[in-house]
């Protein structure tokens, strides 16, 4: 891990593992609230291969902000480009969760260059009303859990399409969400007060999906979503008829790419 310094003074952390082997280095972008860490197991899959994940503003490792705006999708899109320029990151496969998905896209428009192909993990140029509430009601929530397995419990509770089997695959998505603070409780690994951007009004994005036009792109889709809905996977489909497509019947926002269907589908994409 290695930290930089925005245009602005604040701390960023970015994940790092591997290095330049003559392969496409991988830029994965983390959802809204997610860290770099969720692209670890990712990374593990890829041996030798340089994998660039960053923690946003106000998430994870990254320093926290007096003002909320500073945390906007906008804003984080300066600081992905701000770090591919100081880590010498000029050409990448971007994966993009969630709105790492749409600043994907926000990539391919400002940056073709940077952009040599794109997996959309479980998201497209709409986003489903209910799947904003949903999660407005989670990401403005601190549980202050008792404990870790507390913290899991109330993931469980809150999140229960993710493609999660076992407790010790819960008890790590805890790990990953949360964190014992000083008085001893779980709290979000990320400033609450980023619920508040998600009562803006959000620009087109259908234009940003089509600045992905003539680049290699992969949709994944976990069915139960709010957030994708079929009715934009259609369209989606319809405009780019060459895009890879791998669906999760049973699973909601978002997979986590590690799934035997996804696997397979996502490594030989990166392959190729």
Same mark, same amino acid.
């Given at each position: 891990?290695?930290?930089?310094?925005?245009?602005?003074?604040?701390?960023?952390?970015?994940?790092?593992?591997?290095?330049?082997?003559?392969?496409?280095?991988?830029?994965?972008?983390?959802?809204?609230?997610?860290?770099?860490?969720?692209?670890?197991?990712?990374?593990?899959?890829?041996?030798?291969?340089?994998?660039?994940?960053?923690?946003?503003?106000?998430?994870?490792?990254?320093?926290?902000?007096?003002?909320? !705006?500073?945390?906007?999708?906008? +804003?984080? $899109?300066? %600081?992905?480009?701000?770090?591919?320029? #100081?880590?010498? *990151?000029?050409? /990448?496969?971007?994966?993009?969760?969630?709105?790492?998905?749409?600043?994907?896209?926000?990539?391919?428009?400002?940056?073709?260059?940077?952009?040599?192909?794109?997996?959309?993990?479980?998201?497209?140029?709409?986003?489903?009303?209910?799947?904003?509430?949903?999660?407005?009601?989670?990401?403005?929530?601190?549980?202050?859990?008792?404990?870790?397995?507390? !913290?899991?419990?109330?993931?469980? +509770?809150? $999140?229960? %399409?993710?493609?999660?089997?076992?407790? #010790?695959?819960? *008890?790590?998505? /805890?790990?990953?969400?949360?964190?014992?603070?000083?008085?001893?409780?779980?709290?979000?690994?990320?400033?609450?007060?980023?619920?508040?951007?998600?009562?803006?009004?959000?620009?087109?994005?259908?234009?940003?999906?089509?600045?992905?036009?003539?680049?290699?792109?992969?949709?994944?889709?976990?069915?139960?979503?709010?957030?994708?809905?079929?009715?934009?996977?259609?369209?989606?489909?319809? +405009?780019?008829?060459?895009?890879?497509?791998?669906?999760?019947?049973?699973?909601?926002?978002?997979?986590?790419?590690?799934?035997?269907?996804?696997?397979?589908?996502?490594?030989?994409?990166?392959?190729?």
């Amino acid at each position: 891990m290695t930290t930089l310094s925005a245009w602005d003074g604040l701390a960023l952390k970015v994940h790092c593992w591997g290095q330049d082997d003559g392969r496409l280095p991988l830029l994965c972008l983390p959802g809204l609230v997610r860290t770099g860490l969720d692209f670890e197991d990712l990374a593990a899959r890829h041996p030798g291969r340089r994998v660039v994940a960053p923690d946003y503003a106000g998430r994870g490792g990254s320093g926290r902000a007096k003002d909320v !705006a500073r945390y906007a999708p906008e +804003a984080c $899109l300066r %600081d992905v480009m701000d770090a591919c320029a #100081a880590l010498h *990151l000029h050409r /990448a496969i971007v994966v993009g969760t969630s709105m790492g998905g749409l600043l994907a896209m926000g990539l391919a428009a400002a940056r073709p260059g940077l952009v040599a192909g794109v997996v959309l993990n479980d998201i497209g140029p709409e986003i489903g009303a209910a799947g904003v509430e949903m999660v407005r009601g989670f990401v403005g929530h601190d549980p202050a859990a008792a404990d870790e397995a507390a !913290a899991a419990a109330l993931l469980r +509770a809150r $999140l229960p %399409d993710l493609s999660l089997k076992t407790e #010790a695959e819960w *008890l790590r998505m /805890a790990r990953l969400t949360y964190a014992p603070g000083a008085d001893g409780r779980w709290h979000p690994r990320w400033d609450i007060r980023i619920a508040q951007l998600l009562g803006r009004p959000a620009p087109p994005l259908w234009p940003l999906f089509g600045a992905l036009e003539g680049v290699p792109v992969l949709l994944v889709h976990g069915l139960r979503s709010t957030i994708l809905t079929e009715a934009t996977v259609a369209r989606m489909r319809a +405009a780019r008829p060459d895009m890879g497509y791998v669906a999760l019947p049973e699973v909601g926002h978002a997979p986590h790419l590690g799934e035997p269907e996804v696997a397979g589908v996502l490594d030989g994409f990166l392959a190729s």
